[in-house]
C-alpha cells in the first residue's frame, strides 16, 4: 500500500471506507499477510489512519505516550501494509501486513501475543527476534 494507488488516492473513490472515528480510538489488529498470525492489537485515531494510507506503512496512536507512533520507527521493524479491511460497524480495523524484521512485539518477540495457556500449562509460544535492551535502551 502506499500514496498511490492504493492509499488515500484510492479512497476519493470510495468514500464509504472509512472508519468511524466518532467512536473514539478503535482497535487495529496487525495480521501476517502469509501465514495469518495475530501479530498484534492496537489502536488507531484519524491521523494515524491518515499516516497509514500516506506511507503504506502502519501508524497507530500510543495510548501511554499519548501520541502518533510509527511502528518500526525505532526498531526498524516496521509493518508494510497489504491490505486493509474495516469490520460491519467500521469501528474496527484489521491490517493484513508484511512485518519487515520478524518481530511486531516491543519485547522482541514475532507476535505481542508470545504467552498460551494451553492443557493446563503456560508457554511461550513466539520466538524472540532481537533484545529490546539493545533497541530501546531500556
Known amino acids: 500500500?502506499?500514496?498511490?494507488?492504493?492509499?488515500?488516492?484510492?479512497?476519493?473513490?470510495?468514500?464509504?471506507?472509512?472508519?468511524?472515528?466518532?467512536?473514539g480510538l478503535l482497535p487495529a489488529i496487525a495480521q501476517d499477510c502469509d501465514s495469518g498470525e495475530v501479530l498484534m492489537l492496537a489502536y488507531m485515531?484519524?491521523?494515524?489512519?491518515r499516516k497509514t494510507l500516506e506511507t503504506g506503512e502502519a501508524h497507530y496512536w500510543s495510548r501511554s505516550r499519548k501520541e502518533l507512533?510509527?511502528?518500526?520507527?525505532?526498531?526498524g521493524n516496521v509493518q508494510k501494509v497489504r491490505s486493509l479491511r474495516l469490520d460491519c460497524d467500521n469501528d474496527t480495523i484489521l491490517l493484513l501486513i508484511e512485518q519487515i524484521g520478524g518481530a511486531a512485539c516491543h519485547t522482541g518477540r514475532r507476535s505481542c501475543f508470545y504467552r498460551e495457556l494451553k492443557q493446563?500449562?503456560?508457554r511461550e509460544c513466539s520466538p524472540q527476534v532481537f533484545d529490546p535492551k539493545k533497541v530501546y535502551g531500556r
Open 1 to 23: 500500500m502506499s500514496a498511490t494507488p492504493e492509499g488515500s488516492a484510492a479512497l476519493e473513490g470510495n468514500p464509504g471506507f472509512q472508519p468511524d472515528f466518532s467512536k
Open 45 to 49: 485515531n484519524e491521523d494515524a489512519w
Open 69 to 75: 507512533w510509527h511502528k518500526g520507527g525505532t526498531s
Open 120 to 122: 493446563g500449562s503456560v
